[in-house]
């Protein structure tokens, strides 16, 4: 059983920066490869980003290449969401999620725990 918490979230300009962090209990971390998904208000819930267990292979959204990355620290049990160049598209509640896979994926259906969101909301 994973419990997954996270932080960061808040109102921010566009143009602006946020850094969304999501830790984990248990002692298996590195086992579980981590995603970070979002929903916003009247949509379907989207991929964003994905890290596999050792943090070597990361994939993507286009919607966020070159802006958003994705990191994680196997030892503080935590992973992490750097958000630059928000626009007020990237509105959304944010959800982290681990999947126990090797790799990292952005099928959500793969993933087996998840976190209780937190909102990012961006303005014009």
């Known amino acids: 059983q994973v419990q997954l918490v996270e932080s960061g979230g808040g109102l921010v300009q566009a143009g602006g920066s946020l850094r969304l962090s999501c830790a984990a209990s248990?002692?298996?971390?590195?086992?579980?490869?981590m995603g970070w998904f979002r929903q916003a208000p009247g949509k379907e819930r989207e991929f964003v980003e994905a890290?596999?267990?050792?943090?070597?292979?990361?994939v993507y959204a286009d919607s966020v290449k070159g802006r958003f990355t994705i990191s994680r620290d196997n030892a503080k049990n935590t992973v992490y969401l750097q958000m630059n160049s928000l626009k007020p598209e990237d509105t959304a509640v944010y959800y982290c999620?681990?999947?126990?896979?090797?790799?990292?994926?952005?099928?959500?259906?793969?993933?087996?725990?998840w976190g209780q969101g937190t909102q990012v909301t961006v303005s014009s």
């Open positions: 890290i596999s267990g050792s943090g070597g292979i990361t």
């Open positions: 999620a681990a999947a126990t896979l090797a790799m990292a994926s952005y099928r959500s259906y793969e993933y087996d725990y």
């Open positions: 248990g002692r298996t971390f590195s086992s579980y490869s």
